[in-house]
């Protein structure tokens, strides 16, 4: 049985739902702040958490709409989301406070 939490299946975009999922949970439960920046890897800047939840999710989305059975070049920006929000949801990753102490 594979875990749900830890995404542990050998599908990129499997992976990549999992943690989109986990990590909008996380939001809707006060768990993680959408207002924190975290590093983009596909686009190497640093938006919001919520802006990278739409960025990863609008990928899938594409990838839904293609309907494409075998790889293809968004795969690799798939894996780099997957493992972006994977140290997000382990709370692994480095985030910039929305609103910083003076």
Excluded: C, F, M
């Excluded at 790889?71 to 972006?84: G, I, L, P, R, T």
């Amino acid at each position: 049985v594979r875990s749900w939490l830890t995404a542990s299946s050998p599908n990129t975009w499997h992976r990549l739902s999992t943690q989109i999922a986990a990590a909008a949970l996380n939001v809707a439960y006060g768990r993680q702040d959408a207002n924190v920046t975290v590093r983009d890897p596909v686009v190497n800047d640093w938006p919001t958490v919520s802006a990278l939840l739409s960025r990863a999710s609008a990928l899938v989305q594409a990838r839904v709409r293609a309907a494409a059975g075998g790889a293809d070049d968004s795969d690799s920006d798939a894996a780099e989301y997957a493992a972006a929000l994977a140290a997000l949801n382990g709370n692994t990753a480095s985030v910039t406070p929305a609103t910083p102490a003076a």
